[in-house]
């Protein structure tokens, strides 16, 4: 049988002082069936991003010249995982706030067949840190989710996500700045299935996060509102093309930070 190959990509923006922890964290080999690649979308960080991501073991760096925006990178991140082959993309955050060790968890209901998109849900989860008005935009930004979605979500604006290859194939970001609820609509509507796995997150330590009240605001409603009105088809979505008969997770230190057990079916 032919191995799955998993590409995990950081869009990264002068993360110089947390990418590499992140890398080395990603488990490698979990899964006799699955390989591992690293890659990291370098959105023209000014500092040492690029070699620290390059001595820490990323496999892969694509930079941009110039800094064009989270949305941007993950759109980019999507489309090199799909030419560069792979059955599965994983985005994670580079900023160390999301635990790279729980990606075996984050790919489990793919390979279980149960869903082809998921995101690592910080409220399932625990959370450390977070201050009470980004809690309260967390909140708020998911609800509107569940209400254009007809379903319950907890965590909308996740920085940790997997992607089966027609996800990654099929999956647009209308615009540059962002891409946490567009890209879930335009997921959903194209009919491919959400799950979302409780996760541990902690507040960033190191360096600043690029969101701000009125940035986030000008930019997320007209995307919504552009995002809902334009047309998709829907897919008919493979539900059996990644999935692995004996999930047998081999890395002890996914196995401590599991909230779920890791045996699909
Ligand atoms: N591509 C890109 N990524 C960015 C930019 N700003 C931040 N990031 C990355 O996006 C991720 C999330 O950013 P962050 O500022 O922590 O957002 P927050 O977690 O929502 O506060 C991190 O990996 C950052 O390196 C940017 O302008 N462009
Ligand atoms: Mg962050």
């Excluded at 990178?73 to 729980?102: H, N, T, W």
């Excluded at 930004?141 to 209400?147: A, D, N, P, V, Y």
């Excluded at 979500?153 to 540059?176: N, V, W, Y």
Aim: proline share 4%; hydrophobic share 40%; charged share 25%.
């Amino acid at each position: 049988m032919k191995k799955q190959q998993v590409i995990v990509f950081l869009p990264a923006f002068n993360e110089e002082q947390s990418i590499g922890e992140v890398i080395q964290n990603i488990p490698r080999q979990f899964h006799p069936q699955v390989e591992v690649k690293v890659l990291v979308i370098d959105d023209g960080s000014t500092d040492h991003t690029v070699s620290a991501a390059k001595s820490a073991g990323a496999d892969f760096v694509v930079s941009f010249e110039k800094n064009r925006g989270l949305g941007a990178a993950v759109r980019a991140g999507l489309k090199e995982c799909f030419e560069r082959g792979a059955d599965i993309g994983v985005m994670i955050d580079a900023d160390g706030e999301y635990p790279a060790s729980q990606i075996p968890d984050l790919l489990q209901p793919i390979f279980a067949g149960e869903a082809d998109y998921t995101m690592g849900s910080r409220f399932l989860g625990t959370i450390k840190g977070m201050k009470l008005h980004r809690r309260l935009g967390n909140y708020f930004f998911t609800f509107l989710q569940c209400i254009i979605l007809k379903k319950w979500i907890f965590d909308g604006q996740s920085g940790m996500r997997a992607f089966s290859r027609q996800a990654l194939k099929h999956g647009e970001i209308i615009h540059d700045y962002n891409y946490a609820q567009v890209l879930t609509f335009n997921l959903v509507r194209q009919g491919f299935r959400v799950k979302e796995i409780p996760i541990q997150y902690r507040v960033r330590t190191a360096g600043t996060s690029f969101i701000t009240f009125k940035g986030y605001l000008s930019s997320v409603f007209p995307a919504i509102w552009k995002e809902l009105k334009r047309p998709v088809q829907t897919v008919e979505v493979d539900r059996e093309a990644h999935k692995l008969n004996h999930m047998e997770i081999q890395n002890k230190t996914t196995q401590k930070t599991n909230s779920q057990p890791l045996h699909a079916k």
